[in-house]
Nanobody, 113 residues
Framework: QVRLVESGGGLVQAGGSLRLACVVSGGIFRGAAVGWYRQAPRQQREFVARVSMSEETDYADSVKGRFTVSRDDARNTAYLHMNSLKPEDTAIYYC???????WGQGTQVTVSS
């Protein structure tokens, strides 16, 4: 059974940094693109970043230059490095196996002003 588990969220001041991790179990990580999404209170879930199986990356305009997505196939883990955090980055962050539309449970990121 494929399972995604996010970690690394927390409370940080504006301008700070966090690194989120998404561990994928079930043996299919190497062949899969992984996306990061977020959902703020009373808002729709939105795309944040994506890393393909060949490590090509894609970002939402709102996070370009501040966030970096990466993957470590040896650890079956995708990462989202978040720098220069802003209060508007506050949300629950989810990872997703794109081709299978499988989601993790999410991790809360709160940025205080």
């Amino acid at each position: 059974q494929v399972r995604l588990v996010e970690s690394g969220g927390g409370l940080v001041q504006a301008g700070g940094s966090l690194r989120l991790a998404c561990v994928v179990s079930g043996g299919i990580f190497r062949g899969a693109a992984v996306g990061w999404y977020r959902q703020a209170p009373r808002q729709q879930r939105e795309f944040v970043a994506r890393v393909s199986m060949s490590e090509e990356t894609d970002y939402a305009d709102s996070v370009k230059g501040r966030f970096t997505v990466s993957r470590d196939d040896a650890r079956n883990t995708a990462y989202l490095h978040m720098n220069s955090l802003k209060p508007e980055d506050t949300a629950i962050y989810y990872c997703r196996l794109e081709a299978l539309d499988l989601w993790g449970q999410g991790t809360q990121v709160t940025v205080s002003s």
